[in-house]
């Protein structure tokens, strides 16, 4: 007699260090055309193994006992999603109206809209990215776990349950990526250093299931800003398999860390040691130090303490200047965690900011920085993020915060003091010319001087929107 949400899927609700997620492997796939009934009995197989919140609590009760008993060995713990494009709905002749103009028209229909760069110098628009995005992508399968053994299992028998390598084979690989949290103590952090995941929703109604609110003092929101057809989902006839069901939109995000650093390196805050300095900067560009703590509450040092205080570390506003958000002597307007939650920004002059709430379960890909790279200032290998968030509505979430956020150098709104805050430093951008490139509020001694942030340390390679079906729906409408 569970909840129905007891049985939505495992990616929505559980928090990074819910489950010991170390490695996830992101199989993107193309349906053959001409093998479609056989994608949905491959798929019809898949499906009991698809994990569900009931199934990792299980998990992780499992795990308690063993602690309590001495055992203190990791479970081979693992989870499956699968989620859909618009190209993979229609071929499996999926056809109602999903109520989603963004995901309908597809990623690449929207580079130039999100400000990714052309790779055409004159003439029509062509995004910078890696070719397998530039296919058709129907779907994606994305497998998490323990270790790269646990997660090559899975793998394995997926390409097995779609008859991969075989002549029954209901779909093909058009690239497969693999992520994994970083070593050491860099874990949980990405690659500029800074701890990440740390700001994410809680859905109303969820506090039953401990765990999955991850215990983070955090304002709830509708369960319909994250799931389809749930209270609070604006968007009214919508197909009924679609219940529960969450936009996902996956960004291949390549990190220029070397840059970043020699950035932060050549710009350091003046009036303290020039390390000091740098920190300062690269926190001030955050919104947070590296630990996680805010620096609207830790405005000068880092306080890992804080950092590590899942009761203190979201519970701020913005308002700690105490002065009508109208100066950055702690944060500045344009800090990436400000761009993409104001809170107080918005919130205090009527405008609610929950629309545009989305839940990110990224990882990072790639290597460390090596010595060279590090002596050289120039990267070498590729690494960043695998960004994905899920919303119930792509223009209201990941499209609204880059775009009309990030993007918009006038964001936030109602800053009398500067002539405009400026790019997110972190993510903004605009195709093709950097030249507005800049923010205010990076010194707190001189708030209205501009900072040239050079090219972006952020570079896209591509990505697409998807559809993730619930249980039900994956039985009901896609494998039948
Ligand atoms: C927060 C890094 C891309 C949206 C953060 C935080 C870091 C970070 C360090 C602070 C930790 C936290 O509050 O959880 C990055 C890096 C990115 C990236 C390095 C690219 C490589 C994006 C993108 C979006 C985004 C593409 C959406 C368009 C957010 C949001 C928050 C956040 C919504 C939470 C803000 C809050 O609630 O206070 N990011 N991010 N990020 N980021 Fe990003």
């Known amino acids: 007699n569970f909840h129905p949400i007891f049985f939505l899927k ?10 010991p997620k170390k490695t996830q492997t992101y199989l993107f796939f193309q349906i ?8 949905r009995t491959h798929l019809a197989q898949l499906v009991p193994h698809i994990t569900t919140i009931a199934q990792v609590k299980a998990d992780l009760d499992q795990i308690a006992k063993n602690k309590q008993s ?29 109520g989603d103009d963004v995901f309908k028209a597809g990623m690449l229909a929207d580079a130039k809209n999100l400000g990714d760069k052309n ?59 693999v992520g994994d949290v970083r070593p050491g103590e860099e874990k949980g952090h990405e690659h500029f250093g ?29 369960q319909g800003v994250t799931l389809v057809g749930r209270p609070g989902d604006k968007v009214t006839n919508r197909p009924s398999w679609a219940l529960d069901g969450s936009f996902l939109s996956f960004r291949y995000l390549f990190q220029l860390v070397p840059e970043f650093n020699s950035f932060l390196q050549a710009n350091p805050i003046p009036g303290m040691p020039a390390a000091e300095g740098s920190e300062l900067l690269g926190a001030r560009l955050v919104g947070r130090w590296k630990s996680g703590a805010p620096v609207d509450l ?63 379960r990224g990882i990072q890909f790639g290597p460390e920085v090596s010595a060279g790279e590090a002596a050289s200032g120039k990267t070498a290998q590729g690494r960043g993020l695998l960004f994905a968030c899920y919303q119930s509505n792509i223009a209201n979430g990941f499209q609204f915060i880059q775009t009309k956020w990030a993007n918009n150098v006038n964001f936030p709104p109602f800053k009398t003091a500067v002539a405009a805050p400026g790019f997110d430093p972190i ?23 501009a900072l040239s942030l050079s090219a972006e340390w952020v570079v896209p390679k591509g990505g697409e929107y998807f559809f993730s079906p619930s249980i039900s729906a994956l039985k009901g409408t896609f494998a039948t």
């Open 10 to 19: 495992l990616p929505y609700l559980l928090h990074l260090a819910g489950l």
């Open 194 to 222: 800074f701890l990440d995941g740390i700001s994410q929703p809680t859905l109303d109604g969820l506090t039953e299931f401990e765990p999955f609110p991850n215990g983070e003092k955090v304002p709830t929101i509708a």
């Open 32 to 39: 053959h055309a001409n093998n479609v009934d056989a994608f």
């Open 427 to 449: 993510i903004g951008q605009e195709n093709n010319d950097n030249s507005l490139r800049t923010m205010e509020g990076t010194n707190p001694a001189s708030q209205g001087t």
């Open 119 to 177: 790779k055409n110098s004159s003439g029509t628009f062509a995004p910078d990215w890696d070719p397998a995005f530039l296919e058709d992508i129907h779907g994606l399968i994305l497998v998490s776990g323990d270790s790269h053994t646990t997660v090559s299992k899975q793998i394995n028998h997926i390409e097995h349950l779609f008859r991969m390598n075989g002549k029954n084979a209901s779909i093909h690989k058009v690239i497969s990526i």
């Open 70 to 98: 001495g055992d203190n060995q990791l479970l081979k713990l693992s989870g499956i999603n699968i989620a859909f494009s618009q190209k993979g709905l229609t071929l499996l002749g999926i056809t109602d109206a999903i």
């Open 298 to 360: 830790a405005p000068l040092k880092d306080n890992p303490t804080l950092g590590a205080d899942t009761q203190e570390r979201n519970d701020f506003r913005y308002t700690a200047d105490n002065n009508d958000q109208q100066t950055q002597d702690r944060c500045p307007f344009a800090a990436h965690t400000r761009k993409t939650n104001p809170r107080a920004d918005l919130e205090d002059h009527g405008i609610p900011t929950d629309p545009q709430r989305i839940i990110r």
